[in-house]
């Protein structure tokens, strides 16, 4: 069985995902999250079990979770105006990354599967200024479903998302030349050989496809600067703020902030922010407290990055492109 989240790149808090991203290449674990991834989510993450690449993170039926706050200054650079944000994660069918991730290291990686996994769907919750609380709730069917499918909210019982080739990729802009050919049964895509951050600060990069049963595809984004934390430990409080710092980079990127304490729910729930980059961000304490009322279960996951996305529609639904920059932070929950 095909990995239930599509992209998540190795982080913990991609757990719900990237973007309630999809999940799963991971070469590292991912944000989104949640979902980016996120999001997801989050996490999201590394490559699972099934090999399927996001998240989450992990990780949006109502709404786009990973939808990208519009850079400040995107109006400056032309080549940041063309990018078209992260894919809504209910039309979300592929996901790549190029990614420093300060835990595992430099990666690009991704996957395409044939249709949209409904487990990366979340639902929102609540909403406190940049910050949205997201749930994933999984659909109920009758008569049950095999073992071969899953059910998809209003659809019914539809095959397992399966992975798909789009031919070779080639990632131009990089600090070294990358092309990839899909891999093992999961027809990953990656490449790990990098010695330091894989693309240059504002580099221009895009990652094109030769095509094969997924269209042939054109995606962009730009490299981003490292980010770093002013406070890489949270204690998360009933009742209480959370406040998020990192050194500030003002540029054509944003800032993605994942947040999950429910690794084991079976209802999981993620905190996911989009916000410009400022140098710092408050999750609410009436999020925070909403959030702990769902439960607390195994080790809490936080990731913030740094972030640049594009997006593509094929025939089985929207690819993205996520070029970042993500650091994991040590959440407890009390």
Not at 29 to 54: F, K, L, Q, Y
Not at 60 to 86: I, N, T
Not at 160 to 179: D, E, I, M, W
Request: with cysteine.
């Amino acid at each position: 069985m095909w990995p239930a989240v599509l992209l998540a790149l190795a982080t913990g808090a991609a757990a719900c995902a990237e973007d309630p991203a999809p999940a799963a290449v991971d070469a590292a674990p991912s944000s989104d999250s949640a979902g980016d991834s996120g999001a997801d989510s989050t996490s999201d993450a590394a490559v699972g079990a099934d090999g399927a690449v996001d998240a989450a993170s992990e990780t949006v039926a109502a709404a786009d979770v990973s939808a990208d706050v519009a850079p400040a200054d995107a109006a400056a650079d032309p080549f940041a105006a063309q990018l078209e944000g992260a894919c809504a994660p209910e039309k979300r069918v592929g996901r790549f990354e190029v990614l420093e991730d300060a835990l595992y290291g430099s990666s690009v990686a991704g996957n395409i599967a044939d249709r949209i996994d409904a487990l990366q769907i979340l639902v929102a919750q609540q909403t406190e200024g940049s910050c949205t609380l997201w749930q994933r709730k999984a659909a109920t069917c009758a008569p049950s479903c095999t073992g071969t499918q899953q059910c998809v909210r209003d659809q019914g019982c539809k095959p397992f998302p399966a992975p798909l080739s789009t031919g070779a990729v080639t990632v131009t802009g990089l600090v070294k030349p990358v092309v990839m050919q899909p891999k093992g049964a999961n027809l990953d895509y990656f490449f790990t050989d990098f010695d330091a951050a894989p693309a240059a600060v504002s580099s221009h990069l895009q990652l094109t496809s030769a095509g094969a049963a997924a269209a042939a595809m054109s995606l962009q984004g730009i490299g981003v600067p490292a980010i770093e934390l002013v406070n890489p430990k949270w204690t998360v409080t009933k009742g209480q703020p959370l406040a998020v710092q990192w050194k500030p980079h003002p540029g054509p990127w944003q800032i993605r902030v994942a947040l999950n304490v429910d690794q084991h729910g079976l209802s999981p729930v993620t905190v996911l922010c989009d916000s410009a980059d400022t140098g710092s961000l408050t999750l609410s304490a009436k999020l925070i407290t909403a959030l702990l009322n769902f439960g607390v279960s195994g080790a809490a996951t936080a990731t913030v990055e740094r972030r640049t996305a594009d997006q593509q529609t094929v025939a089985q639904g929207c690819v993205e492109l996520i070029v970042a920059s993500r650091v994991a932070a040590e959440a407890i929950a009390q």
